[in-house]
């Protein structure tokens, strides 16, 4: 699944739409039009001989000038489901319009000025431009509207870093539009010692809106034992696991049985439309179905399904930042903090039991499916193995970022970190990697101090900018180390 987002592209202008404006509207639209998974909306010109409709997204210009054309196109951005509002002073611009749009979308807001051409020739205070006087107005008027907006600069449209703004701000609002009222499952109940993975549902109403979707794991069980031996759907995820792991060392009734657990998950999913589900790995579903199941949570998640172990529902949530922050381009990790390495003390290994989707391996040559009793694949294969069903595997080496989210007294908070992950020589149970971070000590102190817990999303690539322009929009407090 490619992740897209809807961007309303709002070039403002404050008098005369000049021949500078037309080619500052233009050229920047090209530039937005361009980034990877981006829909623009934006107002056109009145066909000659029509009068403007801005609710119907026409100006006279093409562009915003006055209130008029600032309700009418905030009316027709609203009908478009723009998911985040770019804007623009052309020249002066004119902030009473820009302001009223971001006013009634209430939606993630870009601002940036152009910068100047070369001057006239004759000495006077005439200016082409005028957009860095202007751009201080427009933010002036977010302000005071309390408008949380990101600020990116004064730029000619062709310049590289312009580009990158808006590439981090697509990302950012595609992050604000998953979370804002997903739905998350939750399956089954957390581990008895599990108090870390509380969560106030209440909570996550009041800052995204969102639903949990309750189910009893024994519902599941239910759903998954009612399936016949032979349904379609239930061999074609048995091909499929065959076909996407190099080496298998579980029995046959291992798959049959994970198969069935996992089209239930999957018809859950479906049935509620999820964002996102966290999952009772242990003790239920061994005793009911004699298998784990954590290769089944990487499937999931491989299939944008994203699934936290041990019905961490924040953690879930959490794996939703990482991914969509990414634009769907690649898969989470939902990891533990296990242990400092024993000699490198920045070292530390960022592991779960076999959950990690294939495509994050190091070397698809040596993935594996295994049983926790025989992580070397070197036993006796046994049949009615509860301990079925780990995939193992190194985790692919480069940069990654770290993403948690915690809530105390209805107050929110977002770990930010980063590290790469190194390549070993090791081989170590479940789906693992050494990661190197830049001081452990002080990723540690932070991860104890500030009430983090032992669970968190690793994503690849480095996603600090478009995690902080999120806690920027969603007014949650950014602890970042890197």
């Known amino acids: 699944m490619s992740v897209k987002v809807k961007l309303g592209f709002v070039p403002s202008y404050r008098f005369f739409f000049s021949p500078w404006c037309a080619k500052m509207r233009d050229e920047s639209l090209a530039v937005l039009r361009g980034i990877e998974g981006v829909e623009v909306v ?13 609710a119907m997204g026409t100006t006279r210009t093409g562009a915003v000038s006055g209130l008029d054309d600032g309700e009418g196109v905030a009316e027709f951005f609203r009908r478009e489901g723009v998911d985040g509002v770019v804007l623009c002073p052309l020249d002066f611009g004119d902030e009473r319009s820009a302001s009223k749009i971001a006013e009634k979308l209430g939606v993630p807001v ?14 006077s205070l005439a200016r082409v431009s005028d957009s860095y006087c202007g751009n201080l107005s427009m933010a ?45 499952g939750q399956v089954g109940v957390r581990p008895g010692t599990f108090e870390t993975v509380a969560y106030d549902e209440v909570a996550m109403i009041n800052k995204f809106q969102q639903n949990v979707i309750p189910v009893n794991i024994s519902d599941i069980v239910a759903q998954a034992k009612a399936l016949a031996d032979d349904d379609p759907e239930v061999l074609a995820i048995i091909e499929n696991i065959r076909s996407t792991v190099a080496e298998i060392t579980v029995a046959d009734d291992y798959l049959l049985n994970e198969a069935k657990v996992e089209l239930a998950l999957r018809r859950f999913w479906k049935e509620n439309k999820l964002s996102a589900m966290a999952v009772q790995c242990w003790p239920s579903i061994g005793r009911e179905m004699g298998i784990s199941v954590c290769a089944l949570y990487g499937r999931l998640t491989e299939n944008e399904m994203l699934t936290a172990c041990e019905v961490d529902v924040v953690g879930a949530i959490s794996m939703m930042v990482n991914y969509y922050a ?52 070197e036993g006796d294969i046994l049949e009615q193995d509860a301990t079925a069903g ?62 983090f817990i032992h669970h968190a999303s690793m994503i690849h690539g480095d996603q600090v900018d478009v995690l902080l322009e999120v806690c920027d929009f969603l007014d949650i407090e950014p602890v970042v180390v890197l």
Not at 47 to 54: I, K, L, R
Not at 344 to 367: F, I, Q, R, Y
Not at 369 to 375: C, F, I, K, P
Not at 394 to 407: D, Y
Request: with cysteine; hydrophobic share 40%.
């Open 326 to 377: 990414g634009m769907g381009r690649i898969k989470p990790h939902f990891i533990d903090w296990t242990i400092q390495h024993r000699e490198n003390e920045n070292w530390l290994l960022a592991w779960h039991c076999g959950n990690a989707p294939v495509s994050l391996a190091a070397d698809p040559s040596k993935t594996a499916l295994r049983s926790r009793r025989n992580m070397t694949g």
């Open 140 to 184: 002036s008027g977010l302000y005071r509207r309390n408008i949380p907006f990101r600020y990116a600069g004064i730029f000619f449209p062709e310049e590289e870093e312009l580009r990158r703004e808006f590439e981090t701000f697509a990302a950012a609002v595609a992050v604000v539009k998953a979370l804002k009222g997903a739905r998350i």
């Open 110 to 123: 870009l601002l940036y000025a152009t910068k100047e051409p070369p001057a006239v020739e004759n000495a």
């Open 42 to 54: 934006v107002p056109e010109a009145a066909p000659e001989g029509t009068e403007p409709n801005p």
């Open 390 to 451: 780990l995939y193992q595997f190194q985790i692919k080496p480069g940069p990654v970022t770290f993403c948690r989210l915690v809530e105390y007294n209805d107050q929110w908070k977002m770990l930010i970190a980063t590290g790469r992950v190194v390549p070993s020589d090791e081989d170590l149970a479940g789906t693992w990697s050494w990661v190197e971070v830049t001081d452990h000590a002080e990723l540690y102190r932070t991860l104890v101090e500030e009430g």
